[in-house]
């Protein structure tokens, strides 16, 4: 058996330095037929501890100090302005009441610390905390003046400056006055940090309102593909020309005549008299510009009682829509919306099945789709479940 590990730490000690006693471990190997074994051993060692550091001590009393004086002065404050409010209020909000005076401007005084900084920012905590101070100390003096003690009420009132005046001193430990460069440049960075947070916390919001979205209904399955079609439909007709200028007009503009091609016979002379001009050919008539074809009504015109039924007793579809043939210069933008669609596709037939209503559906907007026969499908579905439960809620 052969035992092996590094001897505990053995260190000089210094004159005049203090030591502090520690347990700590070390590694010992046990060998017993080639086989090694090993395990932690603990022991005791002295270490030198720092130096103390007076003004981290120093800083730490005295905001303990600051901390006994803002609760004695919360107290004395709360006590005055509970006394002078509970004449007219409950004695429990009325004293409850007392601590926002000191709450006040110990809440502006820790803003003026984090915006140290920036001095504009800075600047208007530090006058807000004075207007609470002065306020609380106010409401001191008056609580003392009504009951003819006025010594006493200002005597009170000085707890409070007392407080914020050592607090005022303890904060103004950490305030360094920048350079204006220095100062700049932390307050950009300042804003480009505040502007990433910003921009997450908003994507995470409406990331998570469109997941609850999902979850709700079909209602923003639908919204989807009301976007999906105007992007489909402005993909399909060009935005119109607002430049003023007029689109050439291909109807009326002459042809190029044709180059004349390279004659193959002999060349005249120049000395000669010149060759007479060839009699160009008659040109064709240009036809007249038709006129512009006027736009179909917005609104299809109501047809009179009695005026839609015919002697074989179909309804007869209202002129120049999808349905009937439209009059001299009337024509229809765009295919039909699935809603108007579905609603024309089952006042022809009311019991269409799903398979049938799609392709019906389909054929009235002119075979389009949006590009997604599956989506189109669902949406053709959801819209006549919609639609049927109008219908009942209405009945």
Not at 126 to 154: F, K, P, Q
Not at 210 to 238: D, K, N, S, T, Y
Not at 256 to 273: E, I, Q, W
Request: hydrophobic share 40%; with cysteine; charged share 20%.
């Amino acid at each position: 058996m052969n035992n092996q590990g590094p001897a505990p730490e053995q260190q000089a000690r210094i004159p005049g330095a203090r030591y502090k006693k520690v347990t700590r471990e070390r590694l010992e190997t046990t060998v017993i037929d080639g086989r090694p074994s090993t395990r932690r051993v603990p022991y005791t060692t002295y270490v030198a501890l720092p130096p103390r550091d007076w003004d981290e001590i120093i800083r730490r009393g005295v905001i303990a100090v600051a901390i006994v004086v803002t609760l004695l002065a919360a107290a004395g404050t709360t006590a005055s302005v509970g006394g002078l409010l509970s004449r007219m209020l409950h004695p429990a909000v009325a004293y409850s009441t007392g601590v926002v005076f000191t709450s006040a401007w110990l809440a502006c005084l820790g803003v003026e610390h984090i915006e140290r900084v920036d001095a504009d920012r800075a600047q208007r905590a530090r006058v807000g905390g004075w207007v609470a101070l002065v306020t609380s100390m106010g409401a001191v003096i008056t609580y003392g003046h009504t009951l003819d003690l006025l010594a006493a009420g200002v005597v009170g009132s000085c707890l409070d400056l007392l407080a914020k005046g050592i607090w005022y001193l303890i904060m103004g430990l950490d305030r360094v006055q920048l350079n204006p460069g220095v100062a700049h440049w932390v307050a950009e960075e300042e804003q480009h940090m505040a502007g990433r947070f910003l921009l997450g916390t908003r994507l995470a919001r409406l990331n998570r309102r469109a997941v609850q979205m999902r979850a709700a209904g079909p209602e923003f399955q639908a919204a989807e593909a009301i976007l999906a079609q105007a992007a489909h439909q402005a993909q399909q007709f060009p935005a119109a020309d607002t430049t003023g200028q007029a689109a050439p007009d291909l109807v009326s503009a002459p042809a190029p005549a044709p180059a004349p091609a390279p004659s193959s016979g002999p060349v005249p002379d120049p000395s000669g008299p010149p060759p007479a001009a060839p009699t160009p050919p008659p040109a064709a008539p240009t036809p007249p510009t038709p006129p512009p074809a006027a736009l179909a009504p917005t609104t299809p015109p109501v047809a009179p009682a009695g005026a839609g039924a015919s002697g074989s007793g179909q309804q007869q579809p209202p002129q120049g829509s999808a349905g009937g043939q439209g009059g001299p210069g009337l024509r229809t933008v765009g295919p039909l919306s699935i809603a108007a669609a579905v609603r024309q596709a089952r006042g022809e037939e009311p019991n269409f099945s799903d398979t049938d209503l799609v392709a019906r559906v389909k054929e009235l907007r002119g075979g389009d789709d949006g590009g997604d026969p599956v989506k189109f499908a669902d949406t053709v579905t959801r819209t006549r479940r919609r639609q049927d439960n109008q219908k009942k809620r209405s009945a």
